[in-house]
């Protein structure tokens, strides 16, 4: 465990954070940012500062952070058929305002409602037309839309669904395999 006392300066491991300790409560440490905010943390998450660019870190610490880094794993990387990369894709984006002219005075689930509507109309004038991929850009936000196009597209038994490519559309699309039936 890291000894850490008021005044301390300190960074985030895992991000781009500074501060100075201003609260100890067990295993929590409450910090007060360079921009003013207070923000707690655990002493895991946190380094001591030495000096304005070196930072202290011990071996037996180092390696905690990098044994805690190998268990969580590189992600899964989905092999793709030649079939599949070479399939025609249909892009719909679900982003408000391309499918309706002006959402002022529309709430949040108004605006759900429309987005929805046109993705499950695309979804199903796909699989009549056999088309095999469709990808729907949502976009990142908050992920409401995300997760209820998850649900929508759960009750279809022919489809499979995942994140798209995230070179091409970053975090925010999601892309639909349709499987057909001869």
């Avoid at 895991?44 to 190998?70: P, Y």
Wanted: aromatic share 8%; charged share 30%.
């Amino acid at each position: 465990m890291r000894n850490f006392k008021e005044g301390d300066r300190v960074e985030v491991i895992d991000d781009n954070i500074t501060g100075i300790v201003i609260n100890i409560m067990d295993d929590f440490i409450t910090i007060r940012t360079e921009e003013g905010f207070d923000m707690d943390f655990t002493t895991s998450e946190l380094m001591h500062i030495v000096g304005m660019n070196s930072i202290k870190v011990s071996n037996l610490e180092a390696a905690q952070v990098k044994s805690v880094k190998e268990q969580t794993g590189k992600p899964k990387i989905r092999k793709v058929s030649s079939k599949e990369r070479s399939a025609p894709k249909m892009e719909v984006d679900l982003h408000i305002h391309q499918l309706i002219p002006s959402s002022k005075g529309m709430t949040n689930y108004d605006m759900l409602n429309i987005q929805l509507e046109t993705a499950k109309r695309q979804l199903e004038f796909a699989i009549r037309k056999r088309i095999q991929k469709v990808v729907f850009i949502h976009g990142v936000g908050a992920g409401v839309l995300k997760e209820e196009l998850n649900y929508l597209f759960k009750r279809y038994e022919n489809v499979k669904y995942y994140d798209a490519d995230y070179q091409k559309y970053g975090l925010g699309a999601t892309e639909v395999y349709i499987y057909q039936n001869s």
